[in-house]
């Protein structure tokens, strides 16, 4: 079950970047890896935001790279992300940028909206984490540093969470509301589970 990274604009490199068979750049995702030995797999975008220079750099270094035009539909984010999955992998990891633009910003966690339920998903932005929990789904969050959020991804939620300070049992979280913002672990593991509804659940941090 092979594993793929996406890097976005404005990306933090993971530490854990070693640990993934394939990784995607979008764009100036690129750039996130300057001045290191990663050479990405595939290098995709308009390339809006990288130099010619450092496009044939990339090339040089064995990098595939495919060039889209501008007058395209998708963004560089959603082309990466579907290249990932012709790619049929199991465990799919999108890093982007907190500082980018914020039509970016705020488009990040629907790309996990393209990614099928079977294959394991996250976005990171540099510490924070946002997941999609589809309807009827369970996920487990072993406890950590950071400030858990749920929020209903595309209408009203039922949603039981067990674990923390401030559990849930069968309780509606209405689209719009902000109800779900900012809960705390209790016990070593959390469980979260969608009884009805797609729900986007964040282990966030304090800005330092």
């Known amino acids: 079950m092979s594993s793929v990274l996406i890097l976005l604009g404005g990306a933090s490199v993971p530490e854990d970047i070693d640990q ?9 995702g690129y750039l996130s890896l ?5 050479v990405p797999d595939h290098l995709v975008g308009d390339m809006d935001s990288i130099s010619p220079e450092v496009l044939e750099q990339a090339k040089a270094s064995g990098v595939t790279v495919t060039l889209f035009s501008p007058d395209k539909d998708l963004t560089d984010g959603e082309i990466a992300v579907r290249k990932a999955l012709s790619m049929e992998p199991g465990r799919l990891v999108i890093c982007g940028g907190r500082r980018g633009r914020l039509d970016h910003v705020l488009s990040g966690p629907h790309l996990l909206f393209l990614i099928p339920p079977y ?23 072993g406890k950590q540093e950071g400030i858990v959020s749920i929020l209903p991804a595309r209408g009203d939620c039922v949603v039981s969470v067990k ?14 509301s902000t109800r779900g ?8 593991e959390a469980v979260i589970r969608s009884i009805s509804g797609d729900l986007f659940v964040m282990v966030v941090h304090e800005p330092g």
């Open 181 to 188: 913002i900012h809960n705390e672990f209790r016990d070593v």
């Open 119 to 141: 294959v394991q998903a996250e976005l990171r932005i540099e510490m924070d984490l946002i997941y999609l929990l589809r309807r009827g789904e369970m996920m487990a969050l």
């Open 34 to 38: 300057s001045g290191r030995d990663t």
């Open 20 to 28: 993934f068979d394939h990784i995607i750049c979008a764009d100036s």
């Open 163 to 176: 674990g923390m300070r401030w559990d849930l049992e069968n309780e509606r979280l209405e689209f719009g």
